[in-house]
């Protein structure tokens, strides 16, 4: 009997398979006749036919919803993503801005030394390098002249220090001579190279500060649209898309299945398309599969129940055994009981005069 039950469990499987299959054929039939009935009219499962026409167009406008949100999320993120980049490499162009603004510094530095910078130049340079220059000239002097090994080692880590500042001076002066246009008006020596390296990174600078500020625009008209809560929302919405999805699919399926049995059997391509028939002479495999797998499972169920019954009889016929057996036990002890009557009415007679006897 397990195995019938494992049997019957097992075509009831591939009949939901076949459910299943059946469904599924059923709403690809209602789509591909609903292609046709937008072209010719067809009057056959018209109600079937509505409903599918208003759920599709809801599930249209669910899934529109969901995208349109889901596009907004997308740009946001698109423009967010790439102002990060953008403002990572105006950031990165700093230290190729720095290493221009200190070699132009250096070479404002030698001439502001020397005395060869041209007067508006130094003027502009005076800030940065006048109180280095005097510190640094004086250390150098005290250096000559002292004799001293500790006083010279203090006056040559006071060098260092002043080394240790420079840098920082050349980078800040060659910047504030490039903001005030001063950087032409430099010496010659290596000047040119500088600034066509500078006119690069200031186009370099343009160009992604032109970028930015079209995302930041963009990125501000998006968010005058600003949805609240937008990823719950969209959320919401894909829940609502799914579910309208799902109602549309069973609508198809059930006007599938009215087309299916509804069209007449000599209906042909020309009426409802090849598709739709060759859907039909599938749905109709599986229906007839499905119903032989019910009669089958019908069968096994049948021989359990004979099973069932064999059992049952073979258990009452050994109940009828049992009363037999103790029909007989009680058949002996009946006729000992007679007997041994008997026996006490014999003993009496054996016991009492005649008369007696006989009056009894």
Do not use: W
Not at 35 to 55: P, T
Not at 90 to 114: D, M, N, T, W
Not at 144 to 158: L, S, Y
Not at 163 to 174: F, I, T
């Amino acid at each position: 009997m397990g195995n019938l039950q494992a049997d019957i469990q097992q075509k009831q499987k591939e009949i939901e398979q076949h459910f299943s299959d059946v469904f599924s054929l059923y709403a690809d039939l209602g789509r591909s006749v609903a292609l046709v009935q937008q072209i010719s009219s067809l009057r056959y499962a018209v109600n079937e036919y509505a409903k599918f026409c208003s759920e599709l167009e809801r599930y249209e406008s669910a899934k529109h919803s969901y995208e349109q949100l889901l596009g907004y999320i997308s740009q946001i993120e698109d423009r967010s993503r790439k102002i990060k980049e953008i403002e990572k490499d105006i950031r990165l162009l700093e230290k190729p801005f720095a290493s221009v603004y200190a070699q132009l510094g250096a070479i404002a530095y030698e001439a502001y030394i020397s005395q060869t910078l041209r007067e508006h130049v130094r003027q502009a340079c005076f800030p940065f390098f006048e109180d280095h220059a005097k510190k640094t000239r004086k250390l150098e002097n005290r250096k000559q002249v002292h004799t001293g090994f500790v006083g010279r080692q203090i006056i040559n880590v006071q060098l260092d220090l002043q080394r240790k500042v420079l840098p920082g001076l050349l980078v800040k002066a060659g910047q504030h001579l490039v903001a005030i246009e001063c950087e032409r008006d430099l010496p010659v020596i290596h000047r040119q190279s500088l600034l066509d390296e500078l006119q690069h990174l200031k186009e370099r600078q343009q160009e992604l500060g032109q970028e930015l500020e079209l995302h930041h625009s963009a990125m501000a008209k998006l968010q005058s649209q600003e949805v609240q809560s937008p990823k719950a929302r969209l959320e919401e919405r894909a829940s609502e898309m799914k579910s309208a999805q799902k109602a549309a699919e069973k609508a198809a399926s059930v006007y599938g299945k009215a087309l299916y049995e509804t069209l007449p059997e000599d209906v042909h391509a020309d009426q409802i398309g090849q598709k739709a028939i060759l859907l039909m002479d599938q749905i109709t495999l599986h229906r007839k599969r499905t119903k032989s797998l019910q009669r089958e499972i019908k069968q096994l169920e049948n021989l359990i129940q004979v099973q069932e019954l064999q059992a049952q009889i073979e258990l009452e016929n050994q109940k009828i055994e049992l009363l037999r057996s103790q029909i007989d036990t009680c058949n002996r002890q009946i006729s000992q009981i007679a007997a041994s009557i008997d026996g006490k009415h014999k003993r009496i007679a054996t016991l009492l005069p005649p008369a007696q006897l006989t009056d009894g």
